[in-house]
């Protein structure tokens, strides 16, 4: 009898490991629908500037600092977040901030000021800081052994929100202005739901796989700690200068645009939307490769690459301007999902914070650049300040400097040792 009961032991546990190293894809695709709804919400905000810009006759730092807002409030409480999940596991933190995010469209769809905008784009962001780090792990909880891949779907579904920025800006909001932005809270509602039932999953897949308590003394050696310690910050610091250059494309290029060659709102939004399917590519096909030539590979090239076509856009006539920034998109952001998952194979014991990181302090990060962009356009002129942008790509030589993967493969197999 004891030995039947042991059999049973071993056999469940056996099954429990193999889950482990399956990818699981019905999770993967899940879980990237409500980062395509998430992100859609947030994409709002953008979309909506231009009406906003006129109605309420905003300057460009104004419309800058909104979307100061709503990132800087991301941003700054994903890590946290992220830390107290690592600590306590709180699978219902996912249908929690989508009702946040409710709350922030409804506010955003019948604002009557400009301050009131402001307020909605914090519950917005507060929802959005809630989502990423416990979405990202359940991304790394189903991925089995391909990482790469499985946050290439996750990441991927955002992506595809946020370039339907264009589309809802010609479709919804020049139509409808900005009340079109009630449409929105059927989106975050059907999210709402679905996270409920990826929660369920999370919960029980924490009973069959409780996390591990790792030991405060680790096997890493002081001198490592202090390796990843500055690969970390390098990473972080790439990413910064990754979505400072996204966001200068994303919001203030559709104003070149305009300026330079007198199209409409409209036509310059067509131009962002298929920057925006280029990013969800790249950022697709970006983790499935870095599977087999190595994230660093793909990090490195992912920033060098783009340098090019950076310092064409601001001289391209319209069609090509068009075909640069396919290529743009496409090639800065293959490296975006590599980068989480580089991140969290540095440090594997704290996903949650390392996920609130990369995805949180970095987009913050660029958000604050977004501000100072539209502040330096103010004084100076769109065109001289977008010339200086096309440099902030060769910045990502530096990723030259980062460890090699086997490296990061010792470092944190000394550390869970």
Do not use: C
Request: aromatic residues 12%; hydrophobic residues 50%.
């Amino acid at each position: 009898m004891q030995t039947e009961t042991t059999k049973t032991i071993g056999l469940s546990k056996g099954l429990q490991q193999a889950d482990q190293k399956t990818t699981l894809y019905r999770i993967l695709l899940l879980i990237s629908i409500v980062h395509l709804f998430n992100d859609t919400i947030q994409a709002i905000i953008p979309s909506i500037l231009p009406i906003l810009k006129n109605k309420m006759e905003l300057s460009y730092m104004q419309a800058g600092a909104i979307i100061f807002t709503l990132n800087i409030t991301a941003s700054i409480l994903q890590p946290p977040i992220g830390l107290y999940s690592d600590r306590k596991r709180s699978p219902y933190l996912l249908p929690l901030g989508m009702v946040l995010t409710f709350i922030g469209v409804l506010v955003l769809a019948l604002a009557p000021s400009y301050w009131m905008i402001l307020l909605s784009t914090i519950f917005i962001g507060i929802g959005s800081a809630v989502f990423h780090p416990e979405a990202s792990r359940v991304a790394h909880m189903a991925a089995g052994k391909k990482r790469g891949l499985a946050q290439s779907i996750f990441q991927v579904g955002g992506n595809f929100g946020q370039s339907l920025a264009s589309l809802m800006t010609i479709l919804i909001f020049v139509p409808f202005g900005q009340f079109g932005a009630i449409w929105f809270t059927v989106v975050a509602g059907s999210a709402i739901g679905i996270q409920l039932y990826i929660s369920s999953w999370y919960k029980n897949r924490l009973k069959l796989n409780p996390p591990v308590k790792k030991q405060a003394n680790t096997g890493m050696s002081n001198l490592n700690r202090k390796r990843v310690t500055l690969t970390f910050v390098l990473i972080l610091f790439l990413l910064f200068v990754r979505t400072w250059y996204h966001s200068a494309i994303s919001v203030y290029y559709p104003f070149q645009l305009m300026e330079r060659f007198h199209l409409s709102l409209t036509q310059a939004q067509i131009y962002i939307f298929v920057y925006g399917v280029a990013v969800a590519l790249g950022t697709f096909f970006g983790g499935p490769l870095s599977d087999k030539l190595g994230r660093k590979n793909i990090l490195f090239f992912s920033m060098v690459g783009t340098a090019p076509f950076a310092f064409l856009l601001p001289h391209a006539t319209p069609f090509w301007a068009f075909v640069i920034l396919i290529f743009n998109g496409f090639i800065l952001m293959s490296g975006w999902s590599v980068t989480v998952v580089y991140a969290q194979e540095l440090v594997p014991n704290m996903i949650g914070t390392v996920s609130g990181l990369t995805t949180g302090l970095s987009f913050g990060l660029g958000a604050l650049g977004a501000v100072a962009l539209g502040s330096l356009i103010d004084a100076y002129s769109l065109t001289s300040i977008l010339n200086l942008v096309s440099f902030l790509p060769l910045i990502g030589l530096l990723g030259y400097f980062l460890p090699s993967d086997q490296r990061v493969k010792e470092w944190s197999s000394s550390s869970s040792s």
